[in-house]
């Protein structure tokens, strides 16, 4: 059974987890250029649940949201990057496209993925996601709880681009 799934397939493997008992958290996220602050996360993340599920977002999305040269890599790819990881139990794209730094039209879209999915926890990084209150407000409404990595941001996506961009 790979890990790659689509929603709905997470969704019914979650409720089926918590049925048995475990406890399963969800991050969403890009992870276009794989660093030790989404390592850091995700090994955080894994102290605190049975079942990491991770959403990744489409390349359209990122796009709208981060600028003409993003992703670097395509969902495939960083999809299954983040498949190699032992921290990881499931990973799903997120198929709407969005501009998810816009928290009127994002959070109704992750609202329905948290309902849909049901998890334990949402985890974020407070230092990194600037909309991790509106997170603490939507997993309440799923009931689930917010944890957050208060840990420094180590490295940024945006940030190693920008430099490989000017190096190159």
Same mark, same amino acid.
């Given at each position: 059974?790979?890990?790659?799934k689509?929603?709905?397939?997470? *969704?019914?493997?979650?409720? /089926? ?17 794989? #660093?030790?602050? #989404?390592? =850091?996360?995700?090994?955080? *993340?894994?102290? #605190? ?12 999305s ?10 670097? #890599?395509? !969902?495939?790819? +960083? $999809? =299954?990057?983040? @498949?190699? !990881? @032992? ?7 997120? %198929?709407?496209?969005? +501009?998810? &730094? &816009? ?5 109704? %879209?992750? +609202? ?5 999915? +049901?998890? &334990?926890?949402?985890? @974020? ?5 600037k ?5 603490? /407000?939507?997993? $309440?409404?799923?009931? *689930?709880?917010?944890?957050?990595? =208060?840990?420094?941001?180590? /490295? /940024?996506?945006?940030?190693? *681009? ?5 190096? &190159?």
């Amino acid at each position: 059974m790979g890990k790659i799934k689509k929603l709905d397939e997470v *969704a019914k493997i979650v409720k /089926s987890l918590r049925q048995e008992g475990q406890k399963v958290g969800l991050i969403t996220g890009c992870f276009d250029i794989l #660093h030790i602050g #989404h390592i =850091e996360l995700f090994r955080f *993340a894994k102290k #605190h649940v049975d079942v990491l599920v991770v959403g990744l977002e489409n390349d359209q999305s990122i796009k709208i949201t981060k600028g003409k040269n993003r992703p670097i #890599h395509k !969902l495939s790819q +960083r $999809a =299954e990057t983040l @498949s190699d !990881l @032992s921290t990881i139990d499931f990973i799903f794209p997120i %198929e709407t496209i969005i +501009r998810f &730094n &816009n928290p009127d039209t994002a959070g109704g %879209e992750y +609202r329905k993925i948290y309902k849909k999915i +049901r998890p &334990n926890f949402i985890i @974020s990084n407070d230092k990194a996601d600037k909309y991790w209150r509106q997170k603490q /407000s939507d997993a $309440a409404g799923v009931g *689930a709880k917010l944890i957050l990595d =208060e840990k420094r941001k180590t /490295s /940024s996506t945006t940030r190693i *681009a920008q430099k490989l961009k000017i190096e &190159n």
